[in-house]
T-cell receptor, first 114, second 114 residues
Framework: KAGVTQTPRYLIKTRGQQVTLSCSPI?????VSWYQQTPGQGLQFLFE???????NKGNFPGRFSGRQFSNSRSEMNVSTLELGDSALYLC?????????????FGPGTRLTVT | QQQVKQSPQSLIVQKGGISIINCAYE??????FPWYQQFPGKGPALLIA?????SEKKEGRFTISFNKSAKQFSLHIMDSQPGDSATYFC?????????????FGKGTHLIIQP
């Protein structure tokens, strides 16, 4: 069974631009969560989607948004990029809704904001 | 507010030795405690997880010890091998999720010397 895939793997954007990242979960998984990983803050939870609905949301500004499609694929959007948004963005999928279940992470998208 | 404190930040162990990483949490509502292993350029991979109704769980060379009263849990890697060299993250969450999502410790960079 294929793992979680994320595209693109690397991205360079300019401050003020917007960006969309994509995540395809493991086949059959309906929950998709997004995390931001930085050297200073570590791994931080952004949000979780299940059945096309946002179920949980972390403490990030409204510039960070997401959505999930009927095939469980998910996208994450960051508008008005700031230098501090440079990070590894990780997507994780799970069979069930809620975060107390096994989550499988993708390789991440490395976003650099200049 | 850091809800999961992980120590040590880095650890060097000789091949064949026991690696021990500790975590402490504050939120008594947490009821799921996983450990993740991350290699450079890869997403975190679930190693082992525990619920608070048991005090220990073992899978191969990896063991989680859990102390509910002290709000602490630890990962023990027996017979440590050079291939175990990676960054390890403890995490915690509430069943069903919530704004905190899956809350991670800051990570431990483990080096196993041959």
């Amino acid at each position: 069974k294929a793992g979680v895939t994320q595209t693109p793997r690397y991205l360079i954007k300019t401050r003020g631009q917007q960006v969309t990242l994509s995540c395809s979960p493991i086949s059959g998984h309906r929950s998709v969560s997004w995390y931001q990983q930085t050297p200073g803050q570590g791994l931080q939870f952004l949000f979780e989607y299940f059945s096309e609905t946002q179920r949980n949301k972390g403490n990030f500004p409204g510039r960070f948004s997401g959505r999930q499609f009927s095939n469980s694929r998910s996208e994450m959007n960051v508008s008005t990029l700031e230098l501090g948004d440079s990070a590894l963005y990780l997507c994780a999928s799970s069979l069930r809704q809620g975060l107390a279940y096994e989550q499988y992470f993708g390789p991440g998208t490395r976003l650099t904001v200049t | 507010q850091q809800q999961v404190k992980q120590s040590p930040q880095s650890l060097i162990v000789q091949k064949g030795g026991i690696s021990i990483i500790n975590c402490a949490y504050e939120n008594t509502a947490f009821d799921y405690f996983p450990w993740y292993q991350q290699f450079p350029g890869k997403g975190p991979a679930l190693l082992i997880a525990i619920r608070p109704d048991v005090s220990e769980k073992k899978e191969g060379r990896f063991t989680i010890s859990f102390n509910k009263s002290a709000k602490q849990f630890s990962l023990h890697i027996m017979d440590s091998q050079p291939g175990d060299s990676a960054t390890y993250f403890c995490a915690a969450s509430k069943l069903g999720g919530g704004a905190d999502g899956l809350t991670f410790g800051k990570g431990t960079h483990l080096i196993i010397q041959p």
